[in-house]
T-cell receptor, first 112, second 112 residues
Framework: GQQVMQIPQYQHVQEGEDFTTYCNSSTTLSNIQWYKQRPGGHPVFLIQLVKSGEVKKQKRLTFQFGEAKKNSSLHITATQTTDVGTYFCAVPNAGNNRKLIWGLGTSLAVNP | NAGVTQTPKFQVLKTGQSMTLQCAQDMNHEYMSWYRQDPGMGLRLIHYSVGAGITDQGEVPNGYNVSRSTTEDFPLRLLSAAPSQTSVYFC???????????FGPGTRLTVT
């Protein structure tokens, strides 16, 4: 069946270092969404990517959608302690795009 | 706008008890979903609804029932609680299938 792999599972960085998480799909995607969940909180939408090769920026966050629309990345420049949390990608279920399939997330810890 | 609200925030049940987790949204969203989140498992879809009177199963529907009598409310019923249902439950709503999901604060359920 359809799989969404997110790597790495965990990342521990010093404040000021960069961070990247990757989301890889076994199928071609129509779109991909990224969410952030703070510890003890709920997922909060960050962005949706739709076009092949798309790059979007939100301040220190850069999101990319692969040319083949099978992978995506989220890059944070110069991490801050406020970036701590788990980052999830979510993609439409290929068999029923009313459902989302979620990656297992990348947990980011930032040492001040 | 309250967004998506969930009650209760915390609940402890004994095995075999039943209960209803409440979810309401005031954004007039057609789509609503229930997820459970377990450590290392990401978010898994339990049930979803694309409008009042329409519900469908997600990945892990066994042991749960839903109904959608109004656009605003989407309760989740645990029929006979089991320890395997210990989890954090999130309700989410969205205007449509390719839009961002808005999550409630979650219900932390423990079944002993």
């Amino acid at each position: 069946g359809q799989q969404v792999m997110q790597i790495p599972q965990y990342q521990h960085v010093q404040e000021g270092e960069d961070f990247t998480t990757y989301c890889n799909s076994s199928t071609t995607l129509s779109n991909i969404q990224w969410y952030k969940q703070r510890p003890g909180g709920h997922p909060v939408f960050l962005i949706q990517l739709v076009k092949s090769g798309e790059v979007k920026k939100q301040k220190r966050l850069t999101f990319q959608f692969g040319e083949a629309k099978k992978n995506s990345s989220l890059h944070i420049t110069a991490t801050q302690t406020t970036d701590v949390g788990t980052y999830f990608c979510a993609v439409p279920n290929a068999g029923n795009n009313r459902k989302l399939i979620w990656g297992l997330g990348t947990s980011l810890a930032v040492n001040p | 706008n309250a967004g998506v609200t969930q009650t209760p925030k915390f609940q402890v049940l004994k095995t075999g008890q039943s209960m209803t987790l409440q979810c309401a949204q005031d954004m007039n969203h057609e789509y609503m979903s229930w997820y459970r989140q377990d450590p290392g498992m990401g978010l898994r879809l339990i049930h979803y609804s694309v409008g009042a009177g329409i519900t469908d199963q997600g990945e892990v529907p066994n042991g749960y029932n839903v109904s959608r009598s109004t656009t605003e409310d989407f309760p989740l019923r645990l029929l006979s609680a089991a320890p395997s249902q210990t989890s954090v439950y999130f309700c989410a709503s969205t205007p449509g299938q390719f839009y961002e999901q808005y999550f409630g604060p979650g219900t932390r359920l423990t079944v002993t």
